[in-house]
Every structure is written in C-alpha cells, then in structure tokens.
Nanobody, 115 residues
C-alpha cells in the first residue's frame, strides 16, 4: 500500500512563494514518475509538473519559469517550489506517483493566492 501525504499549502499573496512537499510511504525509487496535478473550482484536474526516476522534468506552460519540481530520494519526498504566484494558481494540488501499472494519489493540499 502506497500512501502519499502532501503538505505546504496555504494562503499567500500574489507574487509570493510556497513549497509543497509530497512524502511517500517507502522508497520513491520504485516509481517511474511522480508529479503534481491541480484542480481549481469548476475546472478539470490538470498536470502541473512531472519528474521521472531519471530526473527528467516537464511543466505546464503557464508555470514554466515559476515552478520547480525536485525529488529527494533519501527523504522519499518530492517537492514543488512555487514562486511568483498568481491568482490563477489557486487550486487544490495533488501529488501522484506512477508505477508501471498503477497511479497513486495524495489527498490534496489547498493553495490560495490572493490578488
């Protein structure tokens, strides 16, 4: 059983920063990829950032240059550093982890950016 626990969300003013953490139960080296989705009210869930086991990264266009995804294998944790936040970044952010056959999800953490 895989458990992903997100933390680091909160309320921040536009232009501010937050760092989200996703702590996994057990080694994250077993996952092909991990990353973050987000879902704003009334909108579909969208992929924000991904990091593979070989540390390839990719981002949603609107967050490129502002968000950085990273991983710490020793701590079994993936991070999402979010800078220059804007109101449109307001959403629930979900961590996920992929094996060959299964995608696991965290419970989500709320990020609210006030303009």
């Amino acid at each position: 059983q895989v458990v992903l626990v997100e933390s680091g969300g909160g309320l921040v003013q536009a232009g501010g920063s937050l760092r989200l953490s996703c702590a996994a139960s057990g080694s994250i080296s077993r996952f092909n990829a991990m990353g973050w989705f987000r879902q704003a009210p009334g909108k579909q869930r969208e992929l924000v950032a991904i990091i593979t086991s070989s540390e390839f990264t990719n981002y949603k266009d609107s967050v490129k240059g502002r968000f950085t995804i990273s991983r710490d294998n020793a701590k079994n944790t993936v991070y999402l550093q979010m800078n220059s936040l804007i109101a449109e970044d307001t959403a629930v952010y979900y961590c996920y982890a992929d094996t060959k056959d299964v995608r696991y999800w965290g419970q989500g953490t709320q990020v609210t950016v006030s303009s």
